[in-house]
C-alpha cells in the first residue's frame, strides 16, 4: 500500500472534468495523468513522484451504480456539475462525432434522464457537507476561475493556493476521447466563458418541466 493521497472528480461526461484536471495539475503534489482505470490507480501511483493522484471518473451511459467503486482512505472527493442545457448539446455533440452507435444517446430526452440519474446518484451516496467533498459548479468555474480554483486548493491543502485561469498541455500523452478531450476551447490553455447560442426548444422544454431538474439544480446549490 502506498502513502500517496487520491482526489476524486465524480460527475456526469461533458462536465468540464478535463478542464478542471487540468488546472489541478498545474500543482506540483498533483500528477498529471490521463484518465486512468480505478484499479490501476495503486499501481500507477507507485511509479509517480508526486503525492496525489487525481482520478477524473465521470459515469458513463451504462453505469447503474456510481460511483461503483470504493475510495482510499483520507481521499478529496470532488463532485463537479454542470447544469442540463449545455452538457446535454455537449454530450450530443460527443456523441456525433465519435459515430456512437447507441441511437438511443442521441435523443435529448435519454440524455436528460443520464443527466438525471447522474446527480440523482451521487446526492444519494456523496454527502456534499463533509468534510472531505467539496462541490464544484461548472458555471463558477468559468465565471469565476481565481476565486473557484482557489477554493478548491485550499481545500486540497496545497502549497500553492492560489487561483488560476491557465494551465499546460498534458505531459506525457495526448487529449483523446476516452482519457481528455482535445477540443478548440481545451486547447487554448485558458479557461474560455463561452455562451452556447444554439436553441434547442424541445430540450429547453424538457428541463423546464422536469421535476427532478428542478430538485437536483436546487440540491447542487443553484
Known amino acids: 500500500m502506498n502513502n500517496k493521497k487520491y482526489i476524486y472528480v465524480l460527475s456526469s461526461m461533458r462536465a468540464g472534468s478535463t478542464l478542471l484536471k487540468s488546472l489541478l495539475s498545474t500543482r506540483e503534489e498533483i500528477v498529471d495523468l490521463p484518465e486512468i482505470p480505478v484499479h490501476l490507480a495503486d499501481e500507477i501511483a507507485s511509479l509517480v513522484k508526486e ?20 475510495f482510499k482512505p483520507e481521499s478529496k472527493i470532488i463532485i463537479l456539475i454542470r447544469k442540463p442545457y449545455d452538457t446535454i ?44 467533498v467539496i462541490l464544484v459548479r461548472y458555471e463558477d468555474l468559468i465565471e469565476t476561475p481565481l476565486k473557484t480554483t482557489e477554493n478548491i486548493f485550499k481545500f486540497l491543502d496545497v502549497s500553492n493556493t492560489k487561483g488560476i485561469d491557465t494551465y499546460e498541455n498534458p505531459k506525457g500523452y495526448k487529449w483523446k476521447w476516452g482519457f481528455g478531450d482535445g477540443g478548440d476551447v481545451l486547447k487554448t490553455l485558458k479557461v474560455v466563458n463561452r455562451q452556447n447560442k444554439y436553441l434547442n426548444k424541445k430540450l429547453i422544454n424538457l428541463i423546464d418541466t422536469n421535476k427532478a431538474v428542478k430538485e437536483i439544480l436546487k440540491n447542487y446549490g443553484y
Not at 56 to 69: A, E, G, M, S, V
Not at 94 to 105: G, R, V
Open 89 to 132: 448539446l455537449s454530450l450530443h455533440k460527443m456523441n456525433l462525432e465519435n459515430n456512437f452507435a447507441d441511437i438511443q444517446y442521441h435523443d435529448e430526452q435519454m440524455l436528460l434522464n443520464y443527466w438525471i440519474t447522474t446527480y440523482q446518484l451521487l446526492y444519494k451516496s456523496i454527502n456534499l457537507n463533509s468534510d472531505n
Open 51 to 70: 503525492d496525489m493522484v487525481l482520478i477524473k471518473r465521470p459515469r458513463y451511459y451504462l453505469n447503474t451504480k456510481y460511483p461503483y467503486f470504493e
